[in-house]
């Protein structure tokens, strides 16, 4: 079970962070649509508040090919985020109305939770336990939900401005925050007391993510540093410099020994020794998508370059690289849970005549390089992938504001969100 939630674990970080580099290509490369791939439903939502634990039943009206249910009733214009339970059972999206979730076996909705005040909620994080829900809010605060009921259990209050980016220690007792007022606050997750305020961000902080062993925390800002804090006292441990933008996202390797961050608009990830804060590597080639191994041994990335690169953690050294996609950006990467295998996507950007200028989804092995199997099965640009906890099933997020569920084993169509 421990296993289990920490595979559950690095696959929702890597969709938060693929989350952000979404949000950056809206902005800035290639004018990609407005809404996030995150958007799971084709949502037709009436303007009235919508209470606590409401949900509708799903439809099979006018659903594309393959796909046996969808979820939700209309287009929502921000979909800021998406977490899957530790266990894998349960899916929850943070909306521009409140924070769906959904039953991942039947696909059915359980719950919309909403507050009266209806801000943008920009982050969802669950419990290592899978029984509470944190949510980050425009409004400044943290709204912590019981999984089971869909109550309200505690509301943390203390930032000054939007609370953007929210992670639980691994222990599941503490959760740190980081928001629009350039702070990191550490909060008692039983008591929803505050018990530390971290300074010295000097703009807002975008990411904030626990070492392994839950003493150290690392924060990305707006002032295109990395900060690492010491959790028990709260004094600021190394700042670490490089970036020339926006750090968008930090992330532990599973062996706490190595940081992974990514800024705004170098399509650089940098690699940095944790314990003496000195920059191991840098990804170059424009990339778009980093993912570690379980192991924490190796780093793979993808990018512009149409390659899938190998990295070894320790040395910061290419291990090797993967050059079988043509003409196409490799847009995200992601290991399986047991390490074996890693899936990729492309989008061609090939001629309007040529033969496929669709995604295509690839599993390769990881120890030998050889590719296994290819899905040439949407048309339309996938900007994610991401393993469910047990590796059987891939899904995948397209411009066209659906999720594809595919067989790992087979390539073939599970579902369309």
């Not at 839950?214 to 002032?223: L, V």
């Not at 990295?311 to 003409?327: C, F, L, Q, R, S």
């Not at 849970?337 to 005549?353: E, L, M, Q, R």
């Not at 590719?371 to 891939?394: C, E, Q, W, Y």
Request: hydrophobic share 35%.
């Amino acid at each position: 079970m421990e296993t289990l939630m920490q595979e559950s674990s690095v696959i929702q970080h890597f969709l938060q962070n693929v989350c952000y580099q979404q949000k950056l290509r809206r902005h800035n490369f290639m004018k990609t649509p407005k809404s996030l791939f995150f958007i799971l439903t084709l949502l037709l939502i009436s303007t009235t508040y919508l209470p606590i634990g409401f949900a509708q039943d799903s439809t099979t009206l006018n659903l594309p090919e393959g796909a046996k249910a969808r979820l939700g009733k209309g287009l929502i214009e921000n979909i800021e985020d998406i977490a899957y339970s530790p266990d894998g059972a349960l899916l929850a999206v943070a909306s521009s109305i409140g924070v769906w979730l959904y039953d991942t076996n039947t696909y059915q909705e359980i719950a919309l939770l909403t507050r009266p005040s209806r801000y943008l909620y920009h982050n969802v994080a669950f419990s290592p336990d899978g029984n509470t829900l944190a949510t980050g809010s425009d409004d400044a605060t943290i709204y912590l939900w019981d999984v089971n009921t869909g109550t309200l259990k505690n509301t943390l209050t203390g930032h000054t401005s939007w609370v953007k980016h929210i992670s639980f220690s691994p222990n599941g007792r503490m959760i740190a925050s980081g928001g629009g007022d350039n702070t990191i606050r550490l909060w008692d997750v039983n008591t929803g007391t505050l018990k530390n305020t971290l300074t010295g961000h000097t703009h807002p902080v975008e990411s904030v993510s626990f070492s392994p062993d839950g003493r150290t925390i690392a924060s990305g800002g707006r002032d295109n540093t990395i900060r690492l804090w010491n959790v028990n006292t709260g004094t600021l441990k190394n700042t670490l410099t490089g970036h020339t933008d926006t750090v968008l996202s930090v992330a532990f390797s599973p062996d706490g020994n190595t940081i992974a961050s990514r800024s705004s608009e170098e399509g650089t990830v940098l690699l940095w020794d944790v314990n003496t804060g000195t920059l191991k590597s840098t990804l170059t080639d424009t990339v778009y998508s980093v993912a570690f191994s379980p192991d924490g041994r190796t780093i793979a990335s993808g990018g512009r370059d149409n390659t899938i690169r190998f990295w070894d953690v320790a040395t910061g050294t290419p291990k090797y690289t993967i050059t079988e996609h043509t003409n196409s950006v490799v847009s995200s990467v992601s290991f399986s849970p047991d390490g074996k295998t890693i899936a990729s996507v492309s989008w061609s950007y090939a001629p309007t005549n040529a033969p496929w200028r669709g995604a295509a989804i690839r599993f390769w092995d990881v120890n030998t390089g050889t590719l296994k199997n290819t899905i040439m099965g949407d048309t339309h640009r996938v900007n994610s992938v991401a393993f469910s906890p047990d590796g059987n099933t891939l899904a995948t997020g397209s411009e066209d504001t659906t999720i594809r569920l595919w067989d790992v084993n087979t390539g073939t169509l599970k579902n369309t969100l």
